[in-house]
């Protein structure tokens, strides 16, 4: 079955940290960029990260600079979300998405394919 799977969501203080995982099965992630997106109930999904095919260029929305970073692992065929000092605005639910051939672009509509998402809260 062609999937991604996220995990890694769950509830942190402010401050804490978070390491998401994007885990592709029937496909192999070699040949795709992936973007994680977020997206909070009434609002627009939101491209916070990106990371090339190959890894050799990751974007980050302004508010993720700093703190996100995104990252990959094909030989595992898995991407990463490593998200520090979290904030109560980091709250939403997170997804990962592919683009073929993908340059790791900030641009939502390069990416088709979607996992189910994790859902992530900062609360104290």
């Known amino acids: 079955q062609v999937q991604l799977v996220e995990s890694g969501g769950g509830s942190v203080q402010p401050g804490g940290s978070l390491r998401l995982s994007c885990a592709a099965s029937?496909?192999?992630?070699?040949?795709?960029?992936i973007g994680w997106f977020r997206q909070v109930p009434g609002k627009e999904r939101e491209l916070v990260a990106a990371i090339s095919m190959g890894g050799g260029t990751t974007n980050y929305v302004d508010s993720a600079k700093g703190r996100f970073t995104v990252s990959r692992d094909d030989a595992k065929n898995t991407a990463y979300l490593q998200m520090n000092s979290l904030k109560p605005e980091d709250t939403a639910d997170y997804y990962c998405?592919?683009?073929?051939?993908?340059?790791?672009?900030?641009?939502?509509?390069?990416?088709?394919?979607w996992g189910q998402g994790t859902q992530v809260t900062v609360s104290s």
């Open positions: 029937g496909f192999t992630l070699d040949k795709y960029a």
């Open positions: 998405a592919t683009e073929y051939y993908g340059s790791g672009f900030l641009n939502s509509n390069l990416y088709d394919f």
